[in-house]
């Protein structure tokens, strides 16, 4: 099996994907399966997290703050947003599960001293629709580069039936802001109906990387390098949590030059 398809475990800690796993040095994911009731410790002392509620309720406590009632979506494909936290490097959270929940815990190095505890006011998620036609997707930005944080950039995507994500093919790999940005990136799929997949290209310029996955419902995709395309396929509507995290906290990516033409195609007809 591919380095980069990493699948889900058959026990409550779904996923656990680090640094150290990857190969790679700036990005950490999770995926926790709470019961009702069930408690979840969380610290890391030279690393911030986001918590972010897939499905289910939650309640969190953090340096000294309280919230309940976190969440609340039964499915990802509910046209609503996840409910969110921000952690700071070293601090300690208790998470509760006030029903099934799904959690997932995004994780990049952080300073301390240089945010505090937050509740991501839904308020506060950007929506946004990208692409034309086929290529149409529907955005949300969970913890984007505008609002605080040290290295983390977590948004969620929903891609209809036969349409194409993170399409015409982008890649986040060498550190030349504004050019482009060096980011390190998970996608955590979520398929409806489960029994479905995507199509998932991972591919450099020169050939060098170049695998194409079949990613099913709970897998996760390692995007280290190069470009990587998510095609899906006639019936099933995708979902993904997308994780990023480098160098520099700013996302600013480069389209594969072989398929330019897409992009000034459709801005030709949005002109008209």
Same mark, same amino acid.
């Given at each position: 099996?591919?380095?980069?398809l990493?699948?889900?475990?058959?026990?409550?800690?779904?996923h656990?994907?680090?640094?150290?796993s990857? &190969?790679?040095?700036?990005?950490?994911f999770?995926?926790?399966?709470l019961i009702s009731?069930?408690?979840?410790?969380l610290?890391?002392?030279?690393?911030?997290?986001?918590?972010?509620?897939?499905? %289910?309720?939650?309640?969190?406590?953090?340096? %000294?703050?309280?919230?309940?009632?976190?969440?609340?979506?039964?499915s990802?494909?509910e046209?609503?947003?996840?409910?969110?936290?921000?952690?700071?490097?070293?601090?300690?959270?208790e998470v509760?599960?006030?029903? &099934?929940?799904?959690?997932?815990?995004c994780?990049a190095?952080g #300073?301390?001293?240089?945010?505090?505890a937050?509740?991501?006011?839904?308020?506060?998620?950007?929506?946004?629709?990208?692409?034309?036609?086929t &290529?149409?997707?529907?955005?949300?930005n969970?913890?984007? *580069?505008?609002?605080?944080?040290?290295?983390?950039?977590v948004?969620?995507?929903?891609?209809?039936?036969?349409?194409?994500?993170?399409?015409?093919p #982008?890649?986040?790999?060498?550190?030349?802001?504004?050019?482009?940005s *060096?980011?390190?990136?998970?996608?955590?799929?979520?398929?409806?109906?489960p029994?479905?997949y995507? #199509?998932?290209?991972?591919?450099?310029?020169?050939?060098?990387?170049?695998?194409t996955?079949?990613a099913?419902?709970?897998?996760?995709?390692?995007v280290p390098?190069?470009?990587?395309?998510?095609?899906?396929?006639?019936?099933?509507?995708?979902?993904?949590l997308?994780?990023?995290?480098?160098?520099v906290?700013?996302? #600013?990516?480069? &389209?594969d030059?072989?398929?330019e033409?897409?992009?000034?195609?459709d801005?030709?007809?949005g002109?008209?």
């Open positions: 099996m591919s380095r980069l990493v699948k889900p475990a058959v026990c409550s800690q779904v656990q994907v680090t640094p150290q990857a &190969n790679w040095q700036y990005v950490g999770a995926v926790h399966d009731g069930q408690m979840l410790k610290h890391d002392s030279g690393r911030e997290l986001c918590l972010v509620v897939l499905t %289910g309720t939650v309640s969190v406590a953090v340096q %000294g703050k309280y919230w309940q009632g976190i969440g609340g979506r039964q990802v494909f046209d609503c947003a996840p409910g969110a936290i921000y952690i700071p490097a070293g601090a300690i959270a509760v599960a006030e029903d &099934n929940v799904e959690l997932a815990v994780s190095p #300073h301390p001293d240089s945010c505090s937050r509740l991501i006011d839904v308020s506060c998620m950007s929506q946004e629709i990208r692409g034309r036609g &290529n149409t997707r529907y955005v949300r969970i913890l984007p *580069q505008t609002h605080a944080a040290d290295s983390l950039l948004v969620e995507v929903i891609t209809p039936s036969g349409h194409w994500s993170s399409y015409p #982008h890649k986040h790999d060498r550190n030349i802001v504004p050019i482009e *060096q980011l390190e990136e998970t996608y955590y799929h979520r398929l409806d109906p029994m479905g995507v #199509h998932q290209r991972v591919y450099t310029d020169d050939r060098r990387l170049d695998e996955l079949s099913e419902d709970r897998d996760v995709v390692l390098e190069g470009y990587h395309p998510v095609g899906v396929p006639h019936g099933y509507t995708s979902y993904y997308n994780v990023m995290a480098g160098p906290r700013v996302w #600013h990516f480069a &389209n030059p072989a398929h033409w897409i992009i000034e195609q801005q030709q007809i002109r008209r």
